[in-house]
């Protein structure tokens, strides 16, 4: 069975999965001729094989063969030893070219939903930090405020000055000190 095609496009997991269900039909039920056949017109068969990069010639590679009967084009399995070799290994090339559509397919879409949580987790991250930036500036701006009004509250200082000795009740001992100095200061 020659392998020099490659399948392609985005029907191919539909592809596969059809040409797998017709060889896989004839390798159970070998004697059943309905399962050995299939109409070209048939919308699913031109949608998924005839349409499809290589269908057409996968199916003639594991032994499908055109016919026409009534008028009507078919392609019909033709049961050789040459043929059911064939078959067996297309039939699990497809199975296992099948696996591996399905896995990529299911890790693209886990890879898509692994960047979307991700970028969905930034998200919240910036969101979250951009929420902790706003409250702290709001108690910064809340402290600050607080300590202004407490600034205002509180009487002006005044510089401290050295009470004036006219002022101290006459017979006091600051009043006498006082004195003491003046006299001092005159010699």
Avoid at 10 to 25: A, D, K, R, Y
Avoid at 139 to 165: D, F, G, W, Y
């Amino acid at each position: 069975m020659g392998h020099n095609f490659w399948l392609s496009g985005t029907g191919l997991i539909f592809f596969s999965q059809c040409l797998l269900t017709l060889c896989q039909n004839i390798l159970d039920h070998p004697d059943q001729d309905k399962y050995r056949r299939f109409k070209l017109n048939n919308k699913t068969i031109q949608t998924k094989i005839i349409q499809a990069k290589g269908g057409l010639e996968y199916a003639v590679e594991v032994g499908f063969r055109e016919h026409v009967e009534d008028f009507q084009p078919y392609y019909v399995w033709q049961p050789t030893p040459d043929n059911a070799a064939n078959l067996r290994v297309g039939t699990f090339v497809l199975k296992e070219h099948h696996e591996k559509i399905v896995a990529k397919q299911e890790a693209a879409r886990q890879s898509k939903m692994t960047h979307k949580e991700a970028a969905d987790l930034v998200a919240r991250q910036v969101k979250i930090q951009f929420e902790e930036d706003r409250r702290a500036m709001a108690a910064k701006q809340r402290i600050e405020a607080e300590r202004r009004i407490a600034l205002e509250s509180l009487p002006a200082e005044r510089p401290h000055r050295p009470t004036p000795v006219s002022a101290l009740a006459p017979g006091s001992p600051e009043r006498d000190r006082s004195n003491l100095e003046d006299d001092f200061k005159e010699d």
